[in-house]
């Protein structure tokens, strides 16, 4: 239930922040008090005046209304800022922290999980710092009512009688706007939409040489998006004349009444002022249509925000310490995607120490069998342990730095390379960074940079191998029981991959090692090769003993994947070009 | 367009005039010429609304010492009836009002609709400009940001003309009527006013700055955690949670300071309320109490005076520290910000000015078709001269010293790993890219140094991304050639083997709403061989274009274009389809061998 967990969420976000909301609350009432004080005090220093009386207590008071008022203002003002800044931080904060943990397990996009943190966190942080002013100023206004009333009851009278029909036309405008502002709205998106759908054709586009085709089409919809324009104006034109003119006419009539109450002498000719003031005030109730929207608004935010926090986190084991050696085993093991079971009862064993090299047609749940180690995705079924203990028994932490990954594609996080290849391991000396780069063969490259291991990863231009290389250095910098390579080497030349390979050897020849791959080269320097065929692994042997199956030998020549291995070297035989990844001992 | 630009001129210059005050009140000099290009057309009606101020500002201007009168005159001497007369009198004047803001409302909509028109053609224009000149993705985020990013710039300015104008005018007004009034009443209120204007005058742009810091910080939030969740996998898989929502937090916390710090800049309303409103009220019965006892100013001219003050003053006041400045610093962070992601064009990129780029329809025509042969005076060999590519000027090179001839009419595989660098290739032989040394020429002549609208009559790149944009099939197979007959257009799907997608579309004319949504890839794929199997161009690079077809459709298409005249470059995307290739270009680093 969203808007229960946004209800939650508004009442933990107000709590959160009880003590300045207090203080904001008896600031705003200081405020409002002093502003009710004000017109009858004004009306009292001016009849004073029109008397001939002593002017020095009235104005005396009158200056300590607006001064208090002032203050109080001034106060509330920047606790609201405040209160609000504070608890738009501390949502933030707490759907970063929940989306983190939740990591690659939910399927909520970016671009929306930012949205929900950048625009809905300050639209529910507002929402305590409102509520209060809203209930102070619709107090306020109340009270502004009221003193109309005790000043004079016929003015208050006029105003109670022909105040409801401004608010009755304001309504009716409302709701007329509504519609031309959808239609508004939708020629908008078209513009957008069409925008974007360009944007994915930037590169057709610039070969062909249609920049002004591409605009015109674009803007296609700009003539419905004036016209809907230019309807919202005409609804404003219909109403915005009509509420100046009822309210001012309020004003006059509530005057006019005042006035002759003046002449009859049952009202004093400050007293007047004073109706002016309370007619104003009392005004602002109408004001306030405007603050009810935002709390709508504010409450909107919490529920998209609490359908983030509602997500499920995966849940820590207990064991804190590492698992007794790197020995894998699955049992059992099924994962279902979309209905379909990607693993269907697999049971794969690697011994401690072995390199494997895990194989399979594209979509074959070869990756997915790989996150299952690290625990980045759970099975439904099954069990997966490392060293004789279940994955789900340890604790995340001491998971991730029992397994450790390099990826086809590495995301690069940190605010330089350096910080990007040890994230996440502080703990780790600086010079780890560079050992592991030099392994990786990405020493020499990220030397070459304008900033060194400085750069920040975002400005490094990087080819797809290079990134990789990177992905693998951050992967051996951590001291780990299992490797997980999933790809990580698929965009290397030849030449290159043969030394990463051999670095690789050299620094994990003792560790478990997953290598998922598609080239068959790859393949044949790990001890043995596990063969993924629907969703079970259907043999667990070396290479060269596989070879001779077609079937096995189909699984390389994939054509969607084609384009990463070398496309003439099918056909014979592969032998390890390195001694690459075999175990050393 | 054209016939416009002497007055852009003029406008312009009148604009820099102006600057000095907007620049002073928070916007920036490229903001200001923005603004100065989006509302030129609005002239005329900008005018119409000054002159219907005049009218608006009339119960204003009245209040007061209508207000005086009604009392001196009427209610205090036992005469409502004329009191009541007065106060008609205001009646009318906001009858008058309201005929007024009726009329600046017409005037309003001719301002600010071609104002939003002009801002959504510039934006659209130069943010398909940067997209197709520049290397990195576009991002969409940014433009969808754009687009709201235009309208509350729309609705701000609507709302500043609105709110911002009257207020102006009400200060004026107000003033005035008081100065008729009584002229040492009137300068009790005027000089305390006019310093606490000037105070808050100055004192915006400083809270445009902090605003607009508040708006970058949002951005840097936006930015910090964007990363953080697409690097999702790999953070969970480092066990790196808590660093990684260390950054985030030190962009939250910025974003939390930069909001207090906007806040407590905007406390500065209440002192500038208090002396330019308050101040001259107290100032008013002090003195005023004075004035009456000695009998220089009138009991009902007191009241008037204070009313000006409580009933015009101190709202307009209070509107303008507070609403207004709230519009105007937003107004100012947003069109800073438009002008930044789509600067103004200079004289000389002004649209309808002879820049390469705004003539490319008239390509086709002037080239000749496929099925003619190519043009006499072109032998289109393409020779690849050391040619060397890196992506900064740090960066190990994905190309080095390449050195290739391509002759007229060969037909060439490139291949390699992925991230080796084939693309870039073909983008380099297609000359939509920049090599950082070394050439490709064409017939002799650098692609790079081509004009605009000569290159894709010469060269078609079709990427790997295949673009069919909303339209009829007629319009997108007929994207590079548009005077192209139907038998023509069908002839080629017939040799590309698309006539069945065209059978289960709808034939030429089916409209494809959303060809996103509702082809596959493969589909689109094919619409793009399609459109570039018909250009002009005599030579072809398709880079990975037909990686969503099947192994059938791919050969079929592939040896469409081998039979089709000119020259053939595949990045290739399977074996098969580099064994149909007359030679074959090996990628491995840096290295590349022909064979």
């Known amino acids: 239930m969203p808007a229960t967990t946004g209800g939650r969420l508004l009442a933990a976000t107000a709590l959160h922040a009880r003590r300045r909301l207090a203080l904001l609350t008896a600031a705003l009432a200081v405020r409002a008090a002093a502003g009710l004080a004000v017109p009858v005090l004004t009306a009292s220093a001016v009849d004073a005046v029109v008397r001939h009386g002593d002017l020095r207590g009235p104005v005396a008071a009158l200056a300590a209304a607006l001064t208090v008022g002032a203050a109080g203002e001034v106060v509330g003002s920047l606790l609201s800022v405040s209160v609000a800044a504070e608890a738009s931080a501390w949502l933030r904060m707490r759907t970063v922290r929940h989306l983190l943990a939740l990591g690659p397990r939910t399927s909520l996009p970016v671009g929306e999980a930012v949205t929900q943190m950048v625009q809905a966190a300050p639209q529910a942080a507002a929402f305590p710092a409102q509520a209060a002013g809203t209930a102070v100023s619709a107090l306020g206004s109340a009270g502004a009512l009221a003193a109309l009333w005790l000043t004079d009851w016929r003015a208050g009278l006029v105003f109670a009688l022909l105040s409801p029909l401004s608010a009755l036309v304001a309504r009716r405008f409302v709701t007329a706007a509504g519609d031309a502002d959808a239609r508004y709205l939708a020629a908008r998106i078209g513009v957008v939409t069409a925008l974007v759908s360009a944007l994915a054709g930037a590169r057709t586009i610039r070969a062909a040489g249609t920049l002004d085709v591409e605009t015109r089409r674009v803007l296609t919809p700009l003539p419905e998006l004036s016209a809907a324009g230019h309807a919202i104006w005409r609804i404003q034109r219909g109403a915005v004349w009509k509420i100046g003119l009822l309210l001012a006419l309020t004003d006059i009539a509530v005057l006019a009444a005042a006035g002759a109450d003046v002449t009859a002498g049952r009202l004093a000719p400050g007293g007047l002022l004073a109706v002016y003031g309370y007619l104003a005030l009392a005004s602002g109730l109408l004001d306030q249509i405007d603050t009810v929207l935002n709390l709508a608004q504010a409450r909107a935010g919490a529920a998209r925000l609490g359908a983030v926090l509602d997500l499920p986190l995966p849940v820590s084991g207990p064991r804190l310490a590492r698992p007794p050696s790197g020995a894998v085993s699955l049992h059992g093991v099924t994962v279902r995607r979309a209905g379909r079971r990607v693993l269907d009862r697999l049971d794969l064993e690697i011994p401690d120490g072995a390199s494997v090299a895990l194989v399979g047609v594209t979509g074959s749940g070869k990756t997915l069998l790989a996150a299952l180690l690290g625990r980045l995705a759970d099975p439904d079924e099954g069990e997966v342990r490392i060293g004789g203990v279940p994955v789900r028994e340890l604790d995340l932490t001491t998971l991730h730095r029992t397994v450790v990954y390099a990826f086809e594609r590495p995301a690069l996080t940190g605010r330089t390379l350096h910080e990007a290849i040890l994230f996440g391991r502080t703990d780790l000396p600086d010079p780890a960074a560079e050992d592991a780069a030099r392994a990786a063969r990405a020493d020499g490259f990220i030397r070459c940079l304008p900033g060194g291991y400085r750069t920040p990863p975002a400005l490094a231009p990087m080819s797809g191998g290079q990134l990789q290389r990177v992905g693998l250095a951050r992967a051996l910098a951590r001291p780990a029981l299992v490797h997980v390579l999933d790809d990580a080497t698929s965009g290397l030349d030849t030449v290159t991959e043969n030394l990463v390979s051999r670095a690789v050897t050299e620094r994990l020849g003792d560790r478990t090692r997953l290598v998922v791959t598609h080239r068959p080269t790859t393949a044949a320097c790990c001890d043995l090769v596990a063969w993924l065929h629907r969703g079970r692994i259907r043999a667990l042997a070396p290479h060269a003993a596989l070879w001779a199956d077609p079937g096995y030998r189909a699984v390389f020549a994939d054509p969607a994947d084609a384009d990463r291995t070398d496309a003439t070297d099918l056909d014979t035989e592969q032998p390890c070009a390195a001694d690459g990844l075999r175990h050393t001992s | ?595």
Not at chain 2, 221 to 232: D, H
Not at chain 2, 361 to 372: A, D, H, L, N, V
Not at chain 2, 520 to 548: F, K, M, N
Request: hydrophobic content about 45%; proline content about 6%.
């Open chain 2, 1 to 595: 367009m054209r016939s416009r630009r002497p007055a852009t001129h003029q406008l312009t210059t009148k604009a820099a005039a102006h600057g000095a005050l907007a620049t002073h009140l928070g916007l920036s000099p490229t903001a200001v010429a923005l603004l100065a290009d989006s509302l030129r057309d609005g002239r005329r009606p900008l005018r119409r609304i000054a002159a219907l101020s005049v009218a608006e500002s009339a119960p204003a201007l009245a209040s007061g010492w209508v207000t005086a009168v009604a009392l001196n005159d009427g209610f205090l001497r036992g005469r409502p009836g004329i009191g009541l007369a007065w106060l008609g009198v205001l009646a009318v004047l906001y009858v008058v009002r309201a005929v007024a803001e009726r009329a600046v409302l017409t005037s309003l909509a001719a301002v600010i609709e071609p104002m939003r028109d002009r801002l959504t053609h510039h934006v659209v224009h130069n943010t398909l400009l940067q997209a197709t000149t520049s290397d990195q993705s576009p991002d969409t985020a940014g433009v969808s940001r754009l687009s709201s990013q235009i309208d509350s710039v729309r609705d701000l300015t609507g709302a500043l003309l609105r709110t911002a104008r009257p207020l102006a005018v009400t200060l004026i007004a107000a003033s005035a009527g008081l100065a008729a009034l009584d002229r040492l009443l009137a300068l009790l209120v005027i000089v305390p006013l006019g310093a606490a204007v000037a105070v808050f005058g100055w004192s915006m742009r400083r809270l445009t700055g902090l605003r607009r810091a508040t708006v970058l910080a949002a951005e840097e939030v936006a930015g910090q955690s964007g990363e953080a969740l697409t690097c999702a996998r790999d953070i969970t898989s480092l066990g790196a949670e808590e660093q990684a929502a260390a950054l985030v937090a030190e962009r939250v916390d910025t974003a939390r300071r930069s909001l207090v710090r906007v806040g407590q800049a905007s406390a500065l309303r209440t002192p500038v309320v208090l002396v330019g409103g308050y101040v001259p009220l107290l100032g008013l019965l002090l003195v005023g109490g004075h004035l009456t006892d000695v009998h220089a100013v009138t009991t009902g001219a007191l009241i008037g005076a204070v009313t000006y003050v409580s009933g015009s003053v101190i709202p307009a006041l209070q509107l303008m520290t507070g609403t207004v400045s709230g519009y105007w610093s937003q107004f100012g962070v947003l069109l800073n910000r438009l002008a930044e992601a789509a600067p103004v064009p200079t004289p000389d990129t002004l649209p309808g000015a002879p820049t390469p780029r705004s003539t490319p329809r008239s390509i086709p025509r002037s080239t000749p078709r496929p099925t003619q042969t190519s043009g006499p005076c072109i032998t289109p060999d393409i020779s690849v001269e050391s040619l060397t590519f890196a992506y900064g000027p740090g960066a190990e090179p994905v190309l080095r010293d390449l050195d290739l001839t391509i002759p007229h009419g060969d037909h060439l595989a490139i291949v390699g790993a992925s991230g080796i660098g084939k693309s870039t290739l073909a983008q380099l032989l297609a000359g939509t890219r920049a090599p950082t040394s070394g050439a490709v020429r064409v017939a002799g002549r650098r692609i790079i140094d081509l004009p605009e609208e000569l290159r894709p009559g010469l060269v078609a790149l079709v990427p790997q991304e295949a673009y069919v944009f909303p339209g009829t099939v007629r319009d997108n197979l007929g994207y590079l050639a548009p005077q192209l007959t139907d038998p023509e257009l069908l002839g080629a799907a017939e040799a590309l083997g698309m006539l069945p997608l065209l059978v289960r579309l709808g034939g030429l004319d089916a409209w494809l709403p959303d060809p996103v949504g509702t082809l596959s890839s493969g589909e689109r794929q094919l619409i793009a061989l399609g459109r570039t199997y018909l250009s002009p161009a005599s030579v072809v690079v398709l880079d990975e274009a037909t990686s969503h077809l099947d192994r059938a459709a791919e050969g079929r298409a592939e040896a469409a274009f081998q039979q089709r005249h000119g020259t053939l470059v595949v990045i290739a995307h399977r074996s098969s389809s580099a064994a149909r290739a007359r030679r074959v270009l090996h990628l491995d680093g840096d290295r590349a061998t022909l064979t």
